[in-house]
């Protein structure tokens, strides 16, 4: 079995649409979204796009998909946003989605997907945790591999016996690199992916959103790319 943990699109068509293509011409058995997925530009469209793929497509919710869902009480303002845009059938979609999802893969074992931590949907856990403290944060959690996103950066790293590992995000990647990262889970192991997509396209689809701060997300995630080390020791500091 091959799944597709696509993390962290937050409302990017774009790039969604550049991973949905690659994983059209290498399809896989499954697809799990882990969380984050409509707070961002075109919210409602992401929904129905993912809601619209066929075959075996298991969704995980995220911290912001719990705000979007109350967009009266969010506080961050794009999710508001984003909640506002969204009928009351498609908020309560994104309210009943579970938080964890498991399944059994072939070579990997039992393969626990969560949005941040299986503790949280909010916990930090970036490539400078400490051992010490992610060996805590998985404290009685019996999966041999588990898989989150939510500080969108990349990593693979054991943990005693467990296996952590962060699909990065397809929308909004703290990799130094402008594209769409995920992750591939199958029989050979787990592969960390990244997607290039038209950035051109991505800029023009966000200056016509009106999601409030659109200008400064362009310039900052799309004509420029954050570094993994600044937003690890950003992250980090916020845990601190």
Same mark, same amino acid.
């Given at each position: ?30 697809? /799990?979204?882990?969380?984050? &997925? %409509? $707070? =961002? ?10 809601? +619209? *793929? ?86 009685? /959690?019996?999966?041999?591999? &588990? %898989? $989150? =996103? ?10 005693? +016996? *467990? ?78």
């Amino acid at each position: 079995m091959r799944v597709a943990a696509l993390y962290d699109v937050h409302g990017m068509l774009v790039p969604l649409e550049a991973v949905l293509e690659e994983l059209q011409r290498d399809p896989v058995d499954a697809i /799990v979204l882990g969380g984050d &997925v %409509v $707070a =961002g530009a075109h919210p409602a469209e992401t929904l129905e796009r993912l809601r +619209a *793929l066929d075959g075996d497509v298991r969704w995980v919710r995220g911290n912001t998909d719990r705000e979007v869902a109350e967009p009266e009480s969010a506080e961050w303002p794009v999710a508001r946003w984003s909640g506002e845009r969204l009928d009351a059938e498609q908020r309560a979609f994104l309210a009943g989605l579970p938080e964890r999802q498991e399944l059994s893969l072939a070579g990997l074992g039992s393969v626990l997907f969560c949005h941040a931590t299986p503790r949280s949907d909010e916990e930090i856990v970036t490539p400078l945790t400490p051992d010490e403290r992610l060996a805590g944060i998985v404290s009685g /959690v019996t999966a041999d591999v &588990v %898989v $989150a =996103g939510h500080t969108h950066i990349q990593g693979d790293r054991a943990v005693g +016996a *467990l296996r952590w590992v962060n699909a990065g995000s397809v929308g909004m990647p703290y990799e130094g690199e402008v594209a769409a990262f995920w992750a591939l889970l199958s029989p050979a192991g787990v592969e960390l992916r990244r997607t290039p997509f038209d950035v051109g396209a991505a800029v023009e689809a966000l200056h016509g959103s009106g999601m409030p701060g659109a200008d400064m997300f362009v310039a900052e995630n799309l004509l420029a790319a954050v570094s993994r080390d600044e937003a690890a020791a950003h992250l980090e500091s916020r845990v601190a």
